[in-house]
């Protein structure tokens, strides 16, 4: 067999063919189980290339399977077989149910005994039909909206309890009005692979929410999707027909089975050496902080990958992928390379090419930074765009030049014709847009490790008190910032992203790292949302959908736009380099749409050449285009 032929189940015509890649093994069984978990092995054949085999009589849909392998022991040599440890096909298509941590997945060979009680089991699935192909329902430009899918809806009164959680809730009425009014173009949910939570998160009595953890790259995690494939394929139907498209957060820079004291559960136990980077000692490479590095331009795993993305469109239909820690997907022996194989490789694939790609474009490991070098097609976060403009809002001196050039669409970073930013004041990992106001110091005690974890710099201010407050004056100082960081957001060229909570003013109680809080630190609270500010999110969400400038993506020259001090004349260099200026306006010449923003403490006037304007302080005021027949007749948007 060839790298590029079928791995994993195959139903055929009263049995069923495994394959499996495992070639330093000595020995693979295919171990089924029944009903009373009474398991039967079957003994697998290798061939020449590395791959073993079985064909299963009377096996078929619905079958519950694990592995097992043997051969050396050698940890140092990257060597892990184990035959008491029960494997997880890397090419499952579901699990019967979730991964549970526990000591004796971890234990060495001959000290932790049988492992499948402990373990789930892969469930052999029919293939059903492929989801026709269509052009994404997304474009760049748009709104993007980040989703966890747990504490999305666990509190959300309109979402029926026994749903709550969970991706069918995502597509619940309800949930799908409040995105269309905030004219989301695509959700980018969270992990919903099948992970384990990390070995420290059990004695402390938490548990994984975030999911970055995966064991498997095809089983959807049986607590987010009951209903596993057919699930997420109804949800994205569902939001399809609303036009909002579907992008998944994939983790392929490491698996759940950490360092060399994590648990041993699948890629493991069959090929470490293959499956997983290591340094010229035989040590696992750490480039990702969980104790592993994913080999993902080894051939093998270059294709799990690539089967991963393309099962995810061919039988849900999804639009897209935003890669966590994406320079590990392009990292070769001498750094990162934007031509890697499993880059070529995406952006050639016919499944593949049109889809949207997102990268998260940095990791910890060499040249682990790559901001603007993935080149085309790809979206990048861009954290560029979030330091910069929350150092502005927090009255940093000096920042009003980048401020205006993350505003226009980072020309600096994303050089040529189009910017390929994806803008974002908030995320998943960090202060909610709330808390960036209330909190000047990470508050993560309830992580369990004495508050070490998390970012220790978030560019965040707190309107003079630390944390919730029933003082008016800081309340209101705190909507009066959060409605300016929305403006700016909204106003800015490019793709944008919101994190689900944040247009209402979520808050994770100062917890800028709450991965391990699935609980109401992590679950947003629908009953107890700002509706005003709220509902300044939908009307700059309506604003932004009528006004094409903002929605472009072409990059912006000095023939498109002007910038303009109060009284309406160009930026002199000495204004710009003015440490202590924090005011200007951005003019669109053809439409004249502007954008006047003052970061000051007192209200600014500015004598545009239609009209004045005056601007509280700390606000963004928004002239709309009078070219957009939506926003005609001198509309504003204030925050």
């Known amino acids: 067999m060839t790298v590029g032929a079928t791995a994993g189940p195959v139903i055929g015509a009263g049995s069923t063919r495994f394959t499996v890649w495992s070639p330093d093994a000595s020995q693979l069984w295919l171990c089924l189980f029944d009903a009373a978990d009474r398991e039967s092995r079957l003994p697998m054949l290798r061939d020449a290339d590395g791959y073993w085999h079985v064909e299963a009589a009377g096996v078929g849909a619905g079958a519950r399977y694990g592995l097992r392998a043997d051969g050396p022991h050698d940890p140092d040599a990257g060597l892990w077989f184990d035959p008491d440890k029960l494997l997880i096909d890397p090419y499952a298509q579901a699990l019967d149910r979730e991964f549970r941590y526990d000591p004796a997945l971890a234990a060495p060979r001959g000290q932790g005994g049988d492992t499948a009680p402990l373990m789930p ?204 820690l994406g320079p590990a997907l392009g990292r070769m022996a001498d750094g990162f390379d934007p031509d890697a194989p499993l880059l070529a490789d995406m952006r050639a694939d016919p499944l593949l090419a049109d889809r949207i790609l ?60 189009r910017t390929r930013s994806v803008n974002f004041l908030a995320a998943h990992d960090g202060f909610t847009l709330a808390d960036l106001t209330a909190y000047e110091q990470r508050h993560n005690h309830a992580n369990g490790e004495d508050n070490r974890d998390g970012h220790g710099e978030n560019f965040s201010w707190n309107n003079g008190v630390e944390g919730a407050s029933d003082d008016p004056a800081v309340r209101d100082a705190r909507r009066r910032d959060i409605k300016a960081l929305l403006s700016t957001l909204f106003a800015s060229r490019g793709t944008i992203m919101l994190t689900a909570g944040d247009e209402f003013g979520r808050s994770q109680l100062g917890n800028n790292n709450a991965y391990a809080q699935d609980n109401a630190i992590g ?47 160009q930026m002199t260099v000495a204004q710009w380099e003015d440490p202590d200026r924090r005011w200007l306006a951005m003019r669109y010449r053809a439409s004249g749409l502007a954008i006047c923003v003052n970061g000051t403490t007192q209200a600014c006037l500015f004598h545009l050449p239609e009209e004045a304007v005056e601007v509280p302080a700390r606000a963004v005021e928004i002239r709309a285009s009078s070219a957009d027949p939506e926003n005609a007749g001198g509309k504003k948007r204030r925050g």
């Open 121 to 324: 089991k892969g469930v052999v699935m029919a293939a059903p039909e492929q989801v026709e192909a269509q052009p994404p329902c997304f474009t760049p430009g748009g709104l993007i909206y980040e989703v966890q899918v747990r504490g999305f809806t666990m509190l959300h009164p309109e979402v029926p309890e026994a749903q709550r959680g969970t991706i069918a809730a995502i597509a619940h009425p309800a949930v799908i009005a409040h995105l269309k009014s905030l004219h989301v173009a695509a959700i980018e949910i969270m992990p919903i692979n099948a992970w384990i939570d990390e070995r420290h998160l059990g004695p402390l009595g938490l548990t994984n929410a975030w999911g970055y953890n995966p064991v498997s790259y095809f089983a959807i995690d049986p607590r987010l999707a009951p209903g596993g494939m057919a699930e997420l394929r109804e949800a994205v139907v569902a939001l399809h027909e609303a036009g909002i498209g579907v992008i998944l957060d994939m983790v392929y820079n490491h698996d759940g089975e950490s360092d060399r004291h994590g648990p041993t559960l699948s890629l493991r136990g069959l090929d470490a050496r293959g499956y997983f980077r290591h340094d010229a000692d035989g040590r696992l490479i750490n480039d990702t902080g969980t104790g592993n590095t994913i080999a993902c331009n080894a051939p093998v795993m270059r294709r799990l990958i690539l089967d991963s993305l393309r099962h995810f469109v061919m039988q849900a239909g999804v639009d897209g992928f935003r890669f966590d």
């Open 358 to 417: 997102i990268a998260e474009p940095w990791d910890i490991g060499p040249g682990g930074y790559q901001l603007g070098r993935f080149g085309a097609p790809w979206l990048e976060w861009n954290d560029r765009y979030r330091d910069d403009m929350r150092r502005f809002w927090r009255g940093d001196g000096g920042t009003l030049g980048a401020f205006a050039t993350r505003l226009a669409g980072s020309s600096d970073i994303f050089g040529g014709e």
């Open 523 to 569: 679950w947003i609270d629908w009953a107890g949302r700002d509706r005003d500010v709220e509902a300044h999110a939908f009307a700059l969400a309506t604003w932004r959908a009528g006004t094409p400038d903002l929605r472009a993506i072409d990059m912006l020259n000095d023939g498109d736009v002007e910038w303009l001090d109060e009284g309406g004349q």
